[in-house]
């Protein structure tokens, strides 16, 4: 054999050689993976975990609708007398006090008018003035047997009509007077305007609509609910309110004072009435806000991260961790939003944490360690 084919088989041995060398190497791997399977089916690994101490706890249950806003009193002006706007002295979202003027009509027949009264009331005042005295004259030279019983009798009937007279023309002169002040159109409270229809020019007939004011200091949100969310609110709850505007949140809270059912229709709608509480919020009437309402009381729960909540295709559960071991308990959980629910703590026994990471894998009785942050 020459020294070339000596070397040849040299080569190809130590390839056979490297070779085995890898397929005991595999096989070595294999054998170690399926022993680490098979101690982790028997529980004999450790798996390290963290938990949280179930704190026994109360919440409410919170149901969204849409309501609206509304103030506390709103109050239509209307034209009490016609008449042609002169002037406009308050804009839409203006503060005015109780009796402000808010628009200035004329009328010159109206005006005219309380002037001829006015000059009526005042002869027939003077004319009273003089029968009185005349009454009093004669009363005087009666008593002295001057004049005659008949004499005194004419002078008491003449006082007697022109005081009649008078109050006639104080009654007309008072109903004139009363048209043409209300030419002027004022405030009947401390609010806000939100509406004024006419324009200045604008002639104006009696009834007609003028302005709207609106009371901002007891405004309230009215909501419509369903029978069965109806039974489970009470008066006197406090809700949260969020309105969305211009892509920001503004957050307010309320009392439920009022329940009742809508009687415009048959719809088994109830509206519920809630006051606006705390700090003064600049909402405005006809505005749309989300009112939180507590539906549902839960006592005696805890609360758990959705990261440690599981389920298959027959139960929901959690794992617990007791005694260095792994406790996998099937619950019933209820949800208040996307990331926490709230679990009885009669499911819990007495002494266990919640595993709320390190479960993915883990199984009923595994034996786990406890790690701290």
Excluded at 27 to 55: F, H, M, N, Q, W
Excluded at 150 to 164: F, G, H, I, K, P
């Amino acid at each position: 054999m020459s020294k070339t084919t000596k070397k040849q088989w040299v080569k190809f041995l130590i390839i056979i050689g490297i070779f085995l060398l890898f397929l005991l190497g595999l096989y070595l791997r294999l054998v170690s993976v399926r022993s680490e399977a098979a101690k982790t089916v028997d529980g004999d690994i450790t798996k390290p975990v963290r938990v949280i101490k179930p704190i026994p706890t109360e919440t409410w249950i919170y149901l969204e609708v849409l309501g609206r806003v509304e103030g506390g009193q709103e109050i239509d002006l209307k034209a009490d007398v016609g008449g042609w706007v002169d002037n406009i002295l308050f804009k839409r979202d203006q503060n005015v006090v109780k009796g402000q003027v808010i628009i200035k009509m004329s009328d010159e027949r109206k005006l005219v008018a309380l002037h001829e009264a006015k000059f009526r009331l005042k002869a027939s005042q003077s004319n009273l003035a003089e029968n009185r005295r005349k009454y009093e004259q004669n009363q005087e030279l009666y008593d002295k047997g001057i004049i005659s019983r008949d004499n005194l009798d004419s002078t008491r009937n003449q006082l007697a009509v022109e005081s009649a007279n008078m109050k006639s023309l104080e009654a007309s002169y008072n109903r004139v007077k009363w048209d043409f002040d209300n030419l002027e159109i004022t405030s009947p409270i401390n609010g806000t305007i939100i509406e004024i229809f006419p324009d200045v020019g604008q002639e104006v007939s009696v009834g007609e609509l003028l302005a709207k004011v609106v009371n901002l200091e007891n405004k309230r949100v009215i909501a419509g609910v369903d029978a069965s969310v109806a039974r489970q609110i009470e008066r006197g709850s406090e809700v949260e309110i969020t309105l969305n505007t211009q892509g920001t949140k503004e957050h307010g809270k309320g009392e439920l004072v009022g329940i009742s059912r809508n009687s415009s229709d048959d719809s088994g709608i109830y509206e519920i009435e809630v006051k606006l509480t705390g700090e003064d919020m600049n909402w405005w009437p006809g505005e749309i806000v989300s009112v939180n309402l507590p539906v549902r009381k839960l006592e005696n729960v805890f609360s758990v991260p959705r990261t440690a909540v599981f389920s298959d295709s027959s139960e929901v559960f959690i794992f617990v961790a007791k005694d260095n071991k792994s406790i996998k308990l099937p619950v019933q959980v209820t949800w208040v939003d996307n990331k926490t629910g709230y679990i009885s703590v009669e499911y819990l026994p007495s002494g266990s944490d919640i595993i709320t990471e390190g479960s993915s894998g883990l199984t009923n009785g595994q034996e786990v360690r406890i790690i701290s942050d």
